[in-house]
């Protein structure tokens, strides 16, 4: 059982860096807005899969309940049997926050990008001027 869990942790990390360094192709490498608009939500996106991530705790002896009390708790060993198999919900609280507060990001940049394509009739980065020779245009 542990070989699998660490087979599972191995997997989670390289996805996460494969993530993150397509992200950051994405973000650095790619002359269209639109393309690096895309990289920074993989990007975002990989983040907060990360922070889920840290904040789960598997518990060897249940499987994990929510943070949430049903009832009571009648001595504290339940009070410490509860803290022991609820996941941490501040992760949660904080990729929630984090989910919206990207949501606005991106609609503001599409939005820029729509002001910029209107201006240019492009979406990319580096402007043809009437030389021939590329501008950037930053």
């Known amino acids: 059982m542990e070989h699998l869990v660490g087979f599972a942790l ?4 390289i996805t996460f ?3 993150i360094g397509i992200a950051l192709y994405g973000i650095f490498a790619k002359r269209s807005l ?3 608009i895309m990289a920074l939500v993989i990007f975002s996106d990989s983040i907060n899969v990360l922070a889920i991530a840290l ?3 598997s518990p060897a002896r249940a499987s994990p309940s929510p943070p949430i009390l049903t009832s009571i708790p009648s001595s ?4 410490e049997v ?3 198999t609820s996941v941490d919900p501040l992760p949660q609280a904080l990729v929630i926050t984090a989910v919206v507060i990207g949501l606005s990001v991106i609609v503001f940049l599409i939005s ?4 910029y394509y209107e201006h240019y009739n492009t979406v990319d980065l580096i402007l043809r001027s009437e030389e021939g020779a590329d501008e950037e245009v930053i």
Do not use: A, E
């Open 10 to 13: 191995v997997t989670i990390l």
């Open 17 to 19: 860096i494969v993530n």
């Open 34 to 36: 639109i393309k690096k």
């Open 55 to 57: 904040g789960y705790r």
């Open 76 to 79: 504290p060993s339940d009070i």
């Open 82 to 84: 509860f803290t022991s």
């Open 112 to 115: 820029l990008v729509v002001k």
